[in-house]
């Protein structure tokens, strides 16, 4: 019914950028919230931004200042902007989507995540 699809992970160095990519597709009447989340080896899965519909955003302390969310709605995307990357933002990163049906029920979708690797 619904597929969040994620891209623009990979390999940098220390000091890097890299920007992520997620876009919902299926039977979507509108979206809500949408955000980030990250899993690092042996550790709980962990919010890393979110952003409303009209354009609010929210930071994990340790990614403000070097992270952007953004999100269009008419394409039903959300971007991550990461600049000044270090090691400890190595994890697989989760986009999550709050989606309002046809039915006007809501429901939280996950992407299968997509690698972001900090290494010199």
């Known amino acids: 019914q619904v597929q969040l699809v994620e891209s623009g992970g990979g390999l940098v160095q220390p000091g890097g950028s890299l920007r992520l990519s997620c876009a919902a597709s299926?039977?979507?009447?509108?979206?809500?919230?949408m955000g980030w989340y990250r899993q690092a080896p042996g550790k709980q899965r962990e919010l890393v931004a979110t952003i409303t519909r009209d354009g609010r955003a929210n930071y994990a302390d340790d990614v403000k200042g070097r992270f952007t969310i953004s999100r269009e709605n008419a394409k039903n995307t959300v971007d991550l902007q990461m600049n000044s990357l270090k090691p400890d933002d190595t994890a697989v990163y989760y986009c999550?989507?709050?989606?309002?049906?046809?039915?006007?029920?809501?429901?939280?979708?996950w992407g299968q995540g997509t690698q972001v690797n900090v290494s010199s």
């Open positions: 299926g039977t979507i009447f509108s979206i809500n919230a």
């Open positions: 999550l989507a709050d989606i309002m049906h046809t039915n006007y029920r809501t429901y939280q979708y």
